[in-house]
């Protein structure tokens, strides 16, 4: 119950097109959403997140589209660009207000991104 | 702002060996987190802290796993006796003491265990 499941495991994307990473979940406590990139030699660092309050966030060129019943949330790159190339890591978390004890990150296995040019 | 600082960037060593892999967190983060990031497993969180003070270590493989905190600015992970199967790149990360901040990485160690 405690797992992220992501989809695809690998993805290719010519230049100009959509990127979409999908990932699911089960457990119904989880309330935050955030998604990290990963370049090559370096360490995941926080792209978007997302609470199911609502439906889409976007920022820039990426946009999370969140479903509450189907307990599933995704990530679309519009106008992909080489730079894009990365792995993408959906993971999930229950919201915790502020002193009330720490949440666990749980991470989906990862989606390698190749934007080819 | 310097980031999250891990050392070494690589390390090469053979079986039975003891492996110590370094953080300093980012000035002024209250948390501080322990990874390991293998094809198979994905990111597993080890250990975490906060204010210096070990929280859950549950995520510890073995008792040849061991994790300290001495200071604010310093954090250590310790594998001994190595062995091969631990051979992936360990990531330190550190955050605010707010639950909901995001995590900083290190750029990890990449630990090969020969």
């Known amino acids: 119950q405690q797992q992220v499941k992501q989809s695809p495991q690998s993805l290719i994307v010519q230049k100009g097109g959509i990127s979409i990473i999908n990932c699911a979940y089960e457990n119904t406590a989880f309330d935050y959403f955030p998604w990290y990139q990963q370049f090559p030699g370096k360490g995941p660092a926080l792209l978007i997140a997302?609470?199911?309050?609502?439906s889409e966030k976007k920022e820039g060129r990426f946009t999370i589209s969140f479903n509450k019943s189907a307990k599933q949330f995704s990530l679309h790159i519009m106008d992909s660009q080489p730079g894009d190339s990365a792995t993408y890591f959906c993971?999930?978390?229950?919201?915790?207000?502020?002193?009330?004890?720490?949440?666990?990150?749980?991470f989906g296995t990862g989606t390698r991104l190749l934007v080819s040019p | 702002d310097a980031g999250v600082i891990q050392s070494p960037r690589h390390e090469v060593t053979e079986m039975g060996q003891e492996v110590t892999l370094r953080c300093k967190p980012i000035s002024g983060h209250d948390y501080l987190f322990w990874y390991r990031q293998t094809m198979m497993r994905g990111l597993e969180l080890l250990i975490y802290f906060n204010n210096n003070v070990p929280i859950d270590d549950s995520g510890m493989p073995e008792d040849r796993f061991s994790a300290k905190m001495p200071n604010a600015s310093f954090s250590t992970l310790k594998i001994q006796p190595s062995e091969p199967r631990d051979s992936a790149v360990y990531f330190c990360?550190?955050?605010?003491?707010?639950?909901?901040?995001?995590?900083?990485f290190g750029d990890g160690t990449r630990l090969s265990i020969l």
């Open positions: 990360a550190s955050s605010w003491d707010d639950d909901n901040q995001p995590q900083h």
């Open positions: 997302i609470r199911p309050d609502v």
């Open positions: 993971a999930a978390r229950r919201y915790a207000p502020l002193n009330t004890g720490f949440q666990k990150l749980v």
